[in-house]
């Protein structure tokens, strides 16, 4: 497509060429004193200077022909440079896909192993003496007693609250209501 749009340039600007030379041969031949009877000084020149003049116009449309072709290869070298770098860049989008991907899953892994563990824990001190529960409870991070009294339903809650520092449960109390 692009050689056929260069090509058309290179015909146009052929023609306009040419149509130049048509009007200036045909000015010089319009200030002749009679066709048949040419200057004396201009005998034998006319002709002379139209293949000169030929020879000119040749000369103009191989340079312009031999800028074009430049012009065209150096396109396609850039072409070809963009799609190189085209097809890394595509292989690296789909690298870090790959790895986001992997990542993600892995992640997904990691969270349902802390859940699983985590659901032990309060199943355990489910199980336990509200009074046991309480001390091992408070032994504990404070942040990891508020996640893991989140969790637990309303009766556990309960039976824990009377053996666990008050600050932490009116932490965890406090908590819960800015939601509401």
Do not use: Y
Not at 122 to 137: D, S, V
Not at 153 to 167: E, H, S
């Amino acid at each position: 497509m692009k050689r056929l749009l260069v090509l058309g340039i290179a015909v146009a600007v052929f023609a306009g060429s040419m149509f130049h030379e048509k009007l200036r041969l045909g000015a010089l031949n319009a200030g002749a004193e009679t066709p048949s009877e040419p200057a004396k000084g201009q005998q034998g020149q006319q002709p002379l200077s139209a293949s000169r003049a030929a020879r000119e116009e040749k000369a103009l449309q191989d340079a312009r022909r031999q800028q074009i072709a430049e012009k065209e290869a150096a396109l396609a070298a850039k072409e070809q440079e963009l799609k190189k770098l085209g097809a890394k860049l595509d292989s690296q989008v789909k690298a870090l896909e790959d790895s986001k991907k992997r990542l993600d899953d892995s992640l997904k892994v990691q969270k349902k192993a802390q859940d699983e563990k985590q659901k032990k824990m309060i199943g355990l001190f489910k199980k336990m003496r509200p009074e046991q529960a309480g001390q091992l409870m408070d032994k504990l991070e404070e942040d990891k007693v508020i996640s893991l009294l989140n969790q637990m339903d309303t009766k556990t809650i309960i039976k824990l609250v009377p053996f666990l520092k008050q600050p932490r449960v009116l932490k965890w109390i406090n908590e819960n209501l800015k939601g509401v």
